[in-house]
């Protein structure tokens, strides 16, 4: 009972502390030393008006006259104090804060957020302070910790308090704070102690710091591997949603089609345009562009595959090297109608709102949410194709076109029908992958020209016309792709992963999976 009222002293305290006149001057005016040391005043007693001056400060939003100080927001002055608006000196001048200023003035709200009621905003707060520990603000941190009760929030708050105590000038302190930060999984609390360790002069200190630092850096390596797979796993689903529509056009047609990159890109562009008709007459629905994108960019390339395959591949069958060039020539033109109607400059193509963040696992470990959503959204396009060749008539037509021509002939198929129909649903799959690629980078006309390569490499290090292959292949690549990278570089990287993809053909010219049949044993 008594700790509990002393508590409640301690914060009926802190909010009773208003924001003074001579406070905010010396905030705002003065050498940088004087300020920083009225911020730190200020933050271990402040309330709301100190907190908004403090932003206002951190938002250049201050100006000074006269030895009086205001807060401007919308061309209008006001006074920091009551809020109320005041006339603004003709030659009021902006505070300028310098680099230093500005990290004690964001620790400063950091700190003061420790007490807000949104669980958010305090966690925040907390990953602020670990950013830059400092003893003075230990009563502000005590004061919180011991208020919160958010058991997440309470653990990462002893954290920053034991980082705080690092710098303490009694030994028993600093010991006590090495022995804590041993459970940390934060970056900053490494370098934190890497700094100590080149300033700490007691050896048993030091031995306490070595010991901290081997176990967060344990942690650290665990949190990178688990990164290297989820970035290799993130860029195989990429692969894979490029190389399903190669899947179709090369491994169930065998047409050798270089234009394949240029229809992802069409469907990237798509996407862009469809951004562009709902921020113009549907603001309020922005954040549902990209469920209205998806089967736009499908469309889009799947009609442009259509009339290639019509126009031009039908006449070259069983011709691989016509094929190739007019299809490498196809894709050049395409690149150019981009730049032609879009310029040759990147566009950005915005994430909705619900794809923006991720996921925290670990200190050094974030899974943002457009990947997750892209490797599931992959996932999906794999299902659904998986399902359209097995088990409908279209797929029926597809396999059995592929497996012998002119038998499916004979029984009634419109091969040429087919034809048009396949190409077009790999065209179709390619505009899905342009989609998902918008939401991770910007979409320029060389967009396409990044993945052909690597998809051919994946369709074919898979075994040709084999869907299981092409997803055991992209995923295997991606993450091989992202460890080597991490080990060697990322151009290293690229030759590694050629050079293993060569020797494996060479022993296995079929692929992981081979084509069964009795054309295939022929």
């Given amino acids: 009972m008594k700790r509990l009222l002393v ?33 730190n005043k200020a933050a271990a007693t402040g309330d709301d008006k100190t907190i908004a001056f403090l932003q206002a400060l951190a938002d250049d939003a201050v100006k000074t006259a006269g030895g009086k100080v205001f807060v401007v927001k919308d061309g209008k002055a006001y006074d920091p104090l009551t809020g109320a608006e ?12 310098n680099n230093r200023m500005r990290g004690e003035i964001d620790s400063a709200l950091a700190a003061m957020k420790l007490f807000s009621k949104e669980d958010k905003l305090r966690a925040a707060a907390v990953t602020e302070l670990q950013k830059e520990p400092d003893e003075a603000k230990l009563p502000m941190i005590e004061k919180a910790y011991a208020a919160e009760a958010n058991p997440a929030i309470k653990e990462q708050l002893a954290l920053v308090r034991a980082a705080a105590l690092l710098g303490s000038s009694d030994k028993a302190k600093r010991l006590e704070a090495a022995q804590l930060l041993t459970s940390s999984r934060s970056p900053a609390t490494k370098t934190l102690l890497l700094e100590r360790l080149k300033q700490e002069p007691e050896a048993d200190v ?57 229809l992802m890109m ?24 990209l469920v209205a994108a998806i089967p736009v960019a499908f469309a889009a390339s799947a009609v442009v595959g259509a009339i290639l395959e019509r126009g031009v591949i039908r006449f070259l069958y069983g011709r691989p090297l016509e094929t190739l060039l007019a299809t490498w020539g196809i894709s050049l033109m395409l690149m150019q109608l981009v730049r032609t109607v879009f310029g040759a400059q990147n ?44 088990r409908t008539r279209l797929g029926l037509f597809v ?65 040709v016309g084999q869907l299981a292959g092409t997803v055991y292949a992209a995923l295997g690549l991606g993450i091989l792709n992202k460890f080597i ?38």
């Fill in 347 to 390: 566009v950005a193509v915005e994430n909705p709102s619900w794809m923006s963040g991720g996921v925290i696992l670990m200190g050094n470990l974030q899974l943002p949410w457009n990947r997750i959503l892209i490797v599931a959204f992959a996932f999906a396009v794999l299902a659904g194709m998986a399902f359209l060749i097995s």
């Fill in 485 to 522: 990278e991490g080990w060697a570089g990322a151009v290293l990287a690229k030759i590694a992963v050629l050079v293993l993809i060569v020797v494996f053909i060479q022993k296995r010219p079929q692929g992981l999976f081979a084509v069964k049949g009795r054309s295939a044993e022929a």
């Fill in 399 to 463: 396999r059995g076109v592929t497996q012998n021509r002119p038998i499916a002939s004979c029984m009634g198929v419109n091969t040429a029908r087919v034809d048009t129909y396949a190409f077009a649903l790999g065209s179709g799959i390619a505009g899905l992958a342009g989609c998902a690629l918008s939401q991770i980078g910007n979409v320029g006309p060389d967009l396409g020209q990044a993945y052909i390569v690597d998809s051919f490499m994946v369709v074919v290090l898979g075994g």
């Fill in 86 to 97: 005041t006339a603004l000196p003709a030659d009021a001048e902006d505070v300028v804060s």
């Fill in 206 to 262: 030091k031995s306490a710091l070595e010991s901290s630092l081997r176990s967060v850096e344990h942690s650290l390596a665990w949190g990178d591997r688990i990164g290297a797979v989820f970035s290799g796993i993130s860029l195989g689903s990429i692969l894979l949603l490029v190389a399903l529509g190669l899947a179709i056009t090369y491994g169930l047609m065998g047409v050798i089609n270089m234009a394949h990159g240029e």
């Fill in 266 to 289: 069409i469907g990237a562009y798509a996407t862009y345009v469809v951004q562009g008709v709902f921020r113009q007459y549907l603001p309020g629905a922005f954040d549902w562009y």
């Fill in 7 to 39: 508590l409640l002293a301690s914060l009926l305290a802190l909010h009773a502390h208003a924001l003074t006149p001579d406070e905010a001057k010396a905030m705002a005016i003065g050498e940088s030393d004087a300020r920083i040391e009225a911020v």
